[in-house]
């Protein structure tokens, strides 16, 4: 039996996500295009947040034909170049490092640290190593207008208003794509003989057939969970948070847009906050074990009292959220993949979520099955793969924790040996005498790569192995190199806000590129 029909239970960004990419990808993987209907409940509300993403998602639009000038315009998009965490290694108010997502200069991880020390010992590492953080303290894009789109000068992403994002998306996988989008509340599901499933069955009445299904039903998790009662693995013991309160602020016509993420620790958690042309997008995560909501609003207040004293503190009406941290034992089982809040979920520190859904799609369409016998073939390895993968984001998000030296309850209780995941602990042994390097993270396509593991190392104070050798002249000669770099980048590179600001209006005429 070949894989004809593709049934998308879920209308938030994992299933337009899903829609595009395999309408547009699975035809030049199997010479065959599947039919794809997306059902989505028009009373059950997608989740709304998840505005920053990762670099992976600029193939992905590309991949499935979007324009970026336009994409930017139509979900109030802006480039995001990484990270900064402030106040997370002490808590002091000059306490801040970056992670940006352009890597440190290229060489071995000793040598690079060894050059670090010897030529630049007082500065933070992130600094020392890469031009992109001077590029975001300036608030510059990534990017000259004239250059080829999706390509920069320096790696990025974007930051966007998620609500806009899958109504986008939605558009153009329907528009342009050829998907069937059915608002209808899925209310049953039909098994075949083998424990497939057949259909599924809706309010109205309709009975959708499909050989695959994608459970993108948020934390409902309909099908992966309420069908097959798949195990949800709670990770909650490795990372507290499990509640954040969100807000949008409006933000004066003309002023400068952030390059990054801004994750802000406080007492019992961390404030995000992302800058978009039109609003900035605040939220304070936290430990419901450690804070009371009325205490995390008055945190989040302050915040925004501080870092936008203009916006009237009536005016705030934060969006109480409660997430589960974990994710299923089993993410495929039969003819059903899990993608999205389905799949799983660890809090959004570092933004691992979409990247995630982006992941799981591209294994799903590059090993497309073409028949139903494969699949369980392709369901063990992707399981497998995706255990790993979900067990790298729970341990470097960990370690952002694990090396903070504050003092609140909160944070001593993230650093409880108990807490730590054994893996995370023997490298954290490791990297006291040798940097993080690709040996540790031995994956091909590691989520997050060595050289994010150093910039939060040493960006947090974990501090330099005792021994190094001298540097080699060939990485003192890039650290040279990079001032230099940096110096012409700076004058280069326009800011975010000449590039999205008056160009980049909402309203521009909706382009499509062929995917
Ligand atoms: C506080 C917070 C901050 C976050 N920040 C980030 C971030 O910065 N970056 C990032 O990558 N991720 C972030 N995330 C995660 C991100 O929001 C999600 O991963 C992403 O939006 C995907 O959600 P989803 O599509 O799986 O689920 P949802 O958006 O919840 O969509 C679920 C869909 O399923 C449909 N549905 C449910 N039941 C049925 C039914 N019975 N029949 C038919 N349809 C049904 C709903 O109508 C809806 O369309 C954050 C999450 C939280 C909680």
Same mark, same amino acid.
């Given at each position: 039996m070949a894989i004809e029909r593709v049934v998308i239970v879920g209308g938030g960004t994992?299933?337009?996500?899903?829609?595009?990419?395999?309408?547009?990808?699975?035809?030049?993987?199997?010479?065959?295009?599947?039919?794809?209907?997306?059902?989505?409940?028009?009373?059950?509300?997608?989740?709304?947040?998840?505005?920053?993403?990762?670099?992976?998602?600029?193939?992905?639009?590309?991949?499935?034909?979007?324009?970026?000038?336009?994409f930017l315009a139509a979900c109030d998009g802006a480039f995001k170049q990484g990270s900064r965490f402030d106040r997370w290694a002490t808590g002091a108010e000059e306490?801040?490092?970056?992670?940006?997502?352009?890597?440190?200069?290229?060489?071995?991880?000793?040598?690079?640290?060894? !050059?670090w020390?010897?030529?630049?010992?007082?500065?933070?590492?992130a600094l020392a190593v890469c031009p992109q953080p001077a590029v975001c303290a300036a608030q510059l894009a990534p990017r000259q207008r004239s250059m080829t789109p999706y390509s920069g000068a320096l790696n990025y992403a974007y930051h966007v208003d998620a609500a806009k994002l899958a109504a986008r998306l939605s558009r153009h996988a329907v528009g342009a794509l050829g998907v069937t989008h059915l608002r209808d509340k899925v209310v049953a599901v039909d098994s075949d003989g083998n424990?497939?499933?057949? !259909?599924?069955?809706?309010?109205?009445?309709?009975?959708?057939?499909?050989?695959?299904?994608?459970?993108?039903?948020?934390?409902?998790?309909?099908?992966?969970?309420?069908?097959? =009662?798949?195990?949800?693995?709670?990770?909650?013991?490795?990372?507290?948070?499990?509640?954040?309160?969100?807000?949008?602020?409006?933000?004066?016509?003309?002023?400068?847009?952030?390059?990054?993420?801004? =994750?802000?620790?406080?007492?019992?958690?961390?404030?995000?906050?992302? =800058?978009?042309?039109?609003?900035?997008?605040? =939220?304070?995560?936290?430990?419901?074990?450690?804070?009371e909501d009325d205490e995390a609003e008055a945190i989040l207040r302050g915040y925004i009292a501080r870092t936008a004293p203009d916006v009237p503190p009536d005016s705030i009406t934060p969006r109480r959220l409660s997430f589960p941290t974990g994710h299923r034992s089993e993410f495929w089982r039969g003819n059903c993949l899990a993608v999205g809040l389905s799949a799983g979920?660890?809090?959004?520190?570092?933004?691992?979520?979409?990247v995630m859904i982006e992941l799981s799609l591209n294994a799903l369409i590059d090993n497309f099955p073409t028949s139903r016998p494969a699949m369980d073939v392709h369901a063990a390895r992707f399981n497998e793969l995706f255990r790993t993968r979900?067990?790298?984001?729970?341990?470097?998000?960990?370690?952002?924790?694990?090396?903070?030296?504050?003092?609140?309850?909160y944070w001593r209780a993230q650093r409880d040996p108990a807490t730590v995941p054994p893996r995370l602990a023997e490298l954290v042994e490791l990297w006291r005498d040798q940097p993080p390097s690709s040996y540790d993270l031995p994956l091909i396509d590691e989520i997050f790569p060595a050289a994010s593991y150093q910039y939060v190392w040493y960006g947090m104070g974990g501090g330099v192995p005792p021994h190094l050798p001298p540097p080699t002249p060939?990485?003192?000669?890039?650290?040279?190199?990079?001032?230099?770099?940096?110096?012409?980048?700076?004058?280069?590179?326009?800011?975010?806000r000449a590039l999205l600001g008056p160009q980049v209006t909402p309203g521009k005429r909706e382009k499509v590129a062929q995917p």
């Open positions: 994992a299933g337009w996500l899903a829609a595009c990419l395999i309408a547009a990808k699975v035809p030049k993987v199997t010479g065959e295009a599947p039919s794809i209907t997306l059902i989505e409940a028009p009373d059950i509300p997608t989740i709304g947040v998840g505005e920053g993403t990762w670099p992976t998602m600029r193939a992905t639009l590309s991949a499935i034909g979007l324009d970026e000038e336009e306490d801040f490092y970056y992670h940006p997502f352009t890597p440190p200069l290229d060489g071995a991880p000793v040598d690079l640290v060894s !050059a020390q010897a030529r630049a010992p007082g500065a933070p590492f424990g497939d499933i057949a !259909a599924v069955r809706t309010r109205g009445g309709e009975r959708v057939e499909g050989d695959l299904f994608i459970d993108c039903s948020g934390h409902a998790a309909l099908l992966i969970g309420g069908h097959f =009662g798949v195990e949800w693995i709670d990770r909650g013991g490795v990372l507290a948070n499990d509640r954040a309160l969100a807000v949008q602020v409006p933000v004066e016509e003309g002023s400068p847009i952030q390059s990054q993420t801004i =994750g802000t620790a406080h007492e019992a958690g961390w404030i995000w906050d992302i =800058g978009l042309p039109s609003r900035r997008g605040i =939220g304070c995560v936290y430990a419901s074990r450690f804070l979920f660890i809090e959004p520190l570092e933004a691992s979520a979409i979900w067990d790298r984001v729970v341990e470097f998000l960990k370690l952002h924790y694990l090396l903070s030296r504050r003092d609140e309850p060939a990485m003192i000669a890039q650290f040279d190199q990079l001032r230099q770099r940096t110096r012409g980048l700076l004058s280069a590179l326009p800011s975010n």
